[in-house]
């Protein structure tokens, strides 16, 4: 149970262009949801709490311009990265919690590995 | 949330028992001790949590001192799948409001070896 359901797995694309990912909680229903950033060697570095119907808050640093997030049902949540450069590579992560099921803790994507050329 | 201190690395034979150190010496009443791993290019997986009782579960047991400023996360038969980044996190359990994030330290970097 609490599965996450990230897509795509990877992706690459030319500079300049957009690029949305999706978040699913497939069996359950998340209010809330996270969207993390992983550079090569490092730690996750969360960048967005997605709110259902409401504007996501973003971490200190993080462009709100540039990092679309859209959460509007309750199971899910997109974070579209506009005019995506290079700098932008990287591995990004979204997680959610089932809350009727806290023993599970928090649940995870799978990750999307983006790649900017 | 309470910081949290790992070693960044760690081997293990395999079919020997890990055991991973954590210390949050700073720790709270209310907090969690919360142990995650991150296999290479994937999402990071919920492994067990405790509050000051040692717990089990089908992957591992988490071993939490009685002063709670420490615990040991302990693989029993470690395989070479459990090769991953091993994340202890402290933090208060919100049963209600899940609208907080887990913050992630550097984590144990653990290698099975054959």
């Known amino acids: 149970g609490a599965v996450v359901s990230q897509h795509p797995s990877r992706v690459i694309c030319k500079s300049g262009t957009s690029v949305k990912i999706e978040c699913r909680s497939l069996?359950?229903?998340?209010?809330?949801m996270f969207w993390y950033r992983q550079f090569p060697k490092q730690s996750l570095m969360l960048m967005a709490t997605s709110n259902e119907g409401s504007k996501a808050t973003y971490e200190q640093g993080v462009e709100k311009d540039k990092f679309l997030i859209n959460h509007a049902s309750l199971t899910l949540s997109t974070l579209t990265v506009t005019s995506a450069h290079p700098e932008d590579s990287s591995f990004y992560i979204c997680?959610?919690?089932?809350?009727?099921?806290?023993?599970?803790?928090?649940?995870f994507g799978s990750g999307t590995r983006l790649t900017v050329v | 949330d309470a910081k949290t201190t790992q070693p960044p690395s760690m081997d293990c034979a395999e079919g020997r028992a890990a055991n991973l150190p954590c210390n949050h010496s700073t720790i709270s009443g209310n907090e969690y001790v919360y142990w995650y791993r991150q296999i290479h290019s994937q999402g990071p997986q919920y492994i067990i949590h405790?509050?000051?009782n040692n717990e089990t579960n089908e992957m591992a047991s988490l071993i939490i001192t009685e002063d709670r400023k420490s615990s040991t996360l302990i693989l029993p038969h470690a395989t070479l799948r459990d090769t991953a980044v091993y994340y202890c996190i402290v933090r208060v359990e919100y049963i209600i409001n899940s609208g907080y994030a887990l913050n992630f330290g550097k984590g144990t970097s653990l290698l099975v070896t054959p």
């Open positions: 997680s959610a919690r089932d809350q009727g099921r806290s023993s599970y803790g928090y649940t």
């Open positions: 069996d359950f229903q998340a209010t809330t």
């Open positions: 405790g509050l000051k």
